[in-house]
């Protein structure tokens, strides 16, 4: 009996690190759903729709409400109407969701030029032949502000403050930080990197 207790243990923690965010997402789609179903009861009833998709035709149209929502927001902080809103709201995301922002970077890259603004991405060169995946947080009159995470996670590191012109640096995408990162530096390519400098 004893020889299963780590195992199931280990399933059920698993288990529960996975059921966490999903039903998360379910429980904020569903007050969504909520708070958008009587919009989308007259928008399918003026336009007929449940002549078209029948009884689900409430649901999609809560769907496609909320997407569009989505999409119009995503434009807007694109083109920095919400700038200010974005960067703030970014920052305390890395600090309390790191891993959602590793997946956002991963899949969409570095298409937001607004947001990418308040850290920029680089290999720190610290010793000879010796690089780190790094962040610069702040620039000021004479000095760079760097974080360098613990891979794979960013909720863990090392701060410094270093005068400019003491380091050796090579920028990079969030999207080759954040996949080197979570894949512990495979397939960063860090020759082409320090070459092309």
Request: glycine residues 8%.
């Amino acid at each position: 009996m004893a020889k299963f207790k780590t195992p199931s243990s280990s399933l059920i923690v698993g288990g529960l690190f996975f059921l966490t965010p999903v039903l998360f997402i379910i429980l904020l789609g569903t007050k969504a759903i909520g708070l958008l179903t009587p919009l989308a009861v007259k928008i399918t009833e003026a336009f007929g729709l449940h002549s078209v998709f029948g009884g689900a035709a409430v649901l999609i149209v809560c769907v496609l409400i909320i997407i569009a929502i989505c999409v119009i927001s995503g434009y807007f902080i694109q083109k920095g109407v919400f700038s200010k809103w974005s960067t703030n709201i970014e920052e305390k995301l890395f600090v309390h969701f790191p891993s959602i922002q590793i997946l956002k970077y991963r899949m969409i890259g570095d298409q937001e030029t607004v947001i990418n603004e308040f850290w920029d991405a680089i290999i720190l060169e610290e010793e000879k032949d010796r690089y780190n995946i790094a962040f610069i947080t702040e620039r000021s009159e004479k000095f760079i502000t760097l974080f360098i995470p613990d891979a794979p996670r960013l909720d863990a590191g090392e701060v410094r403050y270093v005068p400019k012109g003491s380091i050796t640096y090579y920028p990079i995408t969030m999207k080759q930080a954040m996949s080197g990162l979570y894949s512990f530096g495979k397939g960063m390519h860090i020759e082409s990197i320090i070459t092309q400098k």
